[in-house]
């Protein structure tokens, strides 16, 4: 008898804390992602009308590579990570992969973000800017979840495959991706401080 695992989720998780120039990077993204919290008043807008927990520029800014020339040079680090896993995925692409959306999260103590996924795009994924102690963790549903009917319960040995969700805890550099129809959500901030993160959409 065997068992033959098929239909497999992948999830790519890497850090850019070896990447040249990170640390320097990290610090002025930090800054660049709390002054934008301040200042950009569209955005600002946006979350009060949207009930946003905090702060986010996907309904603001969407050329931020070209503002700014620290989100140019992260560009440059994602593109290499996006098509990395897509060639682990062995997509068969007519085309490179490219970046779509770039948008900064400043998710205050309390706040979280519902289960959701990315219609239109390819690949999608979060950097760690910010994680204090007790920031969420990313939460990731199994897509057959809605099929499963009477399945029942799992015993203590089953291991993370076998999961219904998986919570993935980010330190600051960690870069996150999955395919965009991978449903997620961000549970509530328990930290006392707000958790930052730059997400993003490849198409």
């Keep these: ?17 070896s990447s040249r120039g990170w640390a320097e990077l990290h610090e002025e993204l930090l800054d660049l992602c709390l002054v934008m919290a301040e200042e950009d008043e569209a955005g600002i807008e946006w979350c009060r009308a949207n009930h ?24 440059k680090l994602l593109d290499k990570h996006a098509a990395s896993f897509a ?5 068969d692409l007519a085309k490179k992969l490219k970046l ?61 495959a076998e999961q219904p969700f998986v919570y993935l805890k980010p330190a600051p550099g960690t870069v996150l991706m999955w395919e965009s129809w991978l449903r997620h959500e961000v549970p509530a901030n328990r930290a006392e401080e707000q958790r930052i993160s730059i997400s993003f959409n490849y198409a």
């Design 1 to 17: 008898m065997s068992l033959r695992s098929l239909f497999a989720t992948q999830v790519y998780d890497a850090n850019l804390a």
């Design 52 to 75: 946003y927990p905090g702060y986010t520029s996907y309904g603001s800014i969407n050329d931020l590579p070209q503002r700014f020339p620290e989100f140019a040079e992260l560009k």
């Design 87 to 91: 060639e682990s995925l062995h997509f």
């Design 100 to 160: 779509d959306n770039l948008w900064v999260n400043v998710l205050m103590p309390g706040g979280g973000h519902t289960g959701h996924i990315h219609p239109h795009a390819v690949l999608s994924g979060t950097l760690y800017i910010h994680v204090p102690d007790g920031a969420s963790s990313l939460k990731i549903e199994d897509p057959r979840l809605v099929m499963m009917m009477a399945r029942p319960g799992l015993t203590a040995a089953a291991g993370e």
